[in-house]
């Protein structure tokens, strides 16, 4: 507050020579690699995706179009099962990958002994490469019955599952495997805001008699509030966004049952031989990340009361 | 502090300047790309597919020794390369693709119409050899202007039936006498099936494969799935008989007699590895893989078989395509000369000259790589025998184990790939193959009808 108050003082005397002197050049000198970095890799790539989403261009030629990228985008019949197919994802993996990591956090946080141990298992997954981390489960996945999964769940009289051979178990396959290789991230985030809770708050809480879930439930969850909250827009964010496993795993099969927005978009640009749409896929990127910021800003003014109180 | 704060001043606007200056330094490293290294022409090349046998590799890089031995102002680099329909688009944009690469039949038209194909029809045309094509095989490369643009190379192959004789063998049949009707490729699919647990048949469904496939299993029960018509433009007509026929059959194999194995997303690699691994009894794919499956899948010799697709119904022929090599755009006038003697040394002076054919034949034999795999002739019949002759003793594929095929593709219509939007056709077939193959359900009507609509206004959309 000071300060703006101070500039507006300061505002009638200003010439580019008390600029530099009150350290306007050093800030922009030393904000130059920040705004070079940013401008070049981010805020460049965004507005030529902007620009190129009125366009229809082979990166040879090049025309203007107007809307007509989105309109094609919107009257795609694909559009709606990869809309579909990525809530699904969602769901599914907030039902999942939501809870366990915070489980596995206030489990972890609670032992003893070798604690550095049981962080680093849980966050060896994450060290894995990706590619790598699919073509293992891919193996584990495999829909015989000798398949590795198939072949555990035969010891206690379960399937054989399809796993990714099938249109209805597809999508629940690459959850698991999604919510394996990101929950590690997740957990050391939670680690991390539970050493943070007050011990008195325990302490207080065990002085009147409370029960491990009610501690949980009463002292833990409230001061995670604002770590929950975060976490929750960014598992948002991030599933919105999956492109790696259905790339990878099924590319997008069975008969399109694990098809995402963001493989669409993969596919308009890149996904034929003669050369791709990237005006329909730099338009379908742009209605994305529109709905993400409505959603990212909603989520914020819905739950801005209750992060604060 | 004021010395300090000028230093960190500096330092920090060094740093932005040498960040953009990197930036703009692409430009020049490119430089190196289009011309020469230490007074050489510099020329990338395809080598082998990714994940091939060492043996395979000493073997051609004894090839580029002897290449660069008779041309000294060349450096060749070579570089592991598969063509797929969905990565080959962002290696085009991307620039990362070798001078000289691979491509398909079916894409040869389109890519010359966009302007992506080097314009090597003046050193084509130096070649000794450059009248003596097969007038419908060269028409492939061939641009509207009556110019070379990508020269046929490598295969060009018609489609045969894979089978691993010794599933044959466990399942009590006798690999001698593979199926000749469809009828008996199901039988024989149950039987392997039920005999050993492994698929009897199987198909490819991903990466436009399926689409491929199912319109190789189209023709060979006497339908098209497209359509030429006199202006030149293209009707889709994936609901036809044959092709409903041909998911059918797959729904039945799949469904009523188990025998396609649990896996069914499987594209070109994938099922050689599938099929090299004994995973798979008979799968259909170009008569050339033999080469592939050895290089990259070390399949037994002794376990592999190969006989022609059954034809049945008015009109059944077997899918013929093949494969174009072609220069990026990028390249210099230098390596465009350097690329078309390397198309000449690595492709075809081993099918037209008998010394280049044996040193070639010699050459993988010494390091245990195929020789003889079937293909068809790029030039005429008559000269594809002769080459082979010349060859004879150095042949070391099983050849007595893929005379089923050998003994009657000459006799067998070919019939072209669709020429309309072949990928897109293929993609959209991809997803209904699929959908039969993992939902018994599946309603194979209304799968095709809504994949025709849709490959209709593709090819409306291109035609416009």
Known sequence: MALTHDARAARPRRTPVTWVRRGGLSTLVFAMPLLVVFGLFSWLPIGRAVVMSLQETNLVTTAWVGLDNFRTVLADPLLATAVGNTLWFAALALLLGYPVPLLAAVLMSEVRRAKGLYSALAYLPVVVPPVVAVLLWKFFFDARPEGVFNTMLGWVGVGPVPWLQDAGWAMPSLVLEATWAGAGGTIIIYLAALTSVPGELYDAAEV???????????????????????????????????????????????????????????????????????GAATALSLMLAAVLAVLSVVYFRLTRSWSQA | MRSSRTTALALTGALSFTLLAACSSGSDDAGEGDGTSG????????????????????????????????????????????????????????????????????????????????????????????????????????????KVYAIPAKSVYGIGLHYNRALFEQAGLDPDDPPTTWDEVRADAKAIADATGQAGYATMTQNNTGGWQLTVATYARGGRVQTTDDDGTYTATLDNDGTKEALEYLHDLRWEDNSMGANFLLDWSSINQAFAAGQVGMYTSGSDVYTSLVQTNAINPDDYGLTAVPLEGDDAGVLGGGTLAAVSTSASEAQKEAAVKWIDFYYLRKLTDQDAAVKDAETLVASDQPVGTPVLPIFSQEQYDESQQWIADLVNVPLDQMTGFTDVIFDQPLVPEPAGSTQELYGALDTVVQAVLTDEDADIDALLEQADADVQAILDKNAG
């Open chain 1, 208 to 278: 009147d008699g409370a029960s491990v879930w009610r501690k949980v439930w009463h002292v833990t969850m409230p001061q995670l509030r604002g770590v929950l909250l975060i976490t929750f827009i960014l598992q948002i964010i991030g599933t919105a966004q999956v492109f790696l496993e259905p790339y990878l795993f099924t590319d997008g099969g069975p008969a399109n049952a694990t098809i995402t927005v963001l493989l669409l978009v993969y596919r308009y640009a890149f996904g034929q031989s003669l050369g791709g749409d990237y």
């Open chain 2, 39 to 146: 007074g050489k022409t510099v020329l990338r090349v395809v080598s082998l597919l990714p994940g091939s046998e060492q043996e395979a590799f000493d073997a051609f890089d004894e090839q580029v020794a002897q290449f660069e031995e008779a041309n000294p102002d060349i450096d060749v680099q070579p570089e592991e390369y598969e063509w797929k329909a969905t990565t080959f688009a962002a290696q085009l944009a991307g620039g990362t693709l070798p001078d000289v690469f691979e491509i398909p039949f079916t894409d040869g038209k389109t890519l010359i119409e966009n302007g992506q194909l080097a314009d090597i029809d003046a050193q084509f045309q130096a070649l000794p050899y450059a009248d003596d094509f097969n007038p419908n095989v060269l028409q492939a490369g061939t641009g509207a202007d009556g």
